[in-house]
């Protein structure tokens, strides 16, 4: 994925997904790889499998908040960056952007 080959990067967590269905970061890991091809509902889908894994990090609430926010659905967005920044952990690097984009939103 860091190299810039998004399907290639697809084809990789699939397969770790097959092995693994449960594996919290082959979930986030594919989820982000979705919602950067615009394969939204596989991202939520991956997400929100994240949430139900390990519900205590914020990384899952964040990025569904930013499909959410990709699909218009700005209350949902809200939510999830609300959980996200209540969860944390605060030195993430998506932690800065996810309050960015919860008060932007916040004053819609």
């Known amino acids: 994925m860091e190299e810039g080959n998004l399907n290639k990067a697809k084809e990789y967590s699939e397969y770790s997904l097959n092995y693994d269905p449960n594996f ?45 926010e990709e699909k218009k659905n700005f209350n949902l967005a809200l939510k999830n960056y609300e959980k996200a920044l209540e969860l944390g952990p605060k030195n993430e690097p998506w932690y800065k952007d996810c309050y960015y984009r919860y008060n932007k939103l916040k004053r819609l």
């Open 24 to 68: 919290f970061t082959a979930n986030i890991i594919s989820g982000i790889i979705n919602f950067k091809l615009k394969n939204f509902e596989t991202a939520l889908k991956l997400f929100e499998k994240g949430k139900s894994l390990i519900p205590f990090n914020g990384i899952s609430y964040y990025y569904a908040g930013r499909t959410y």
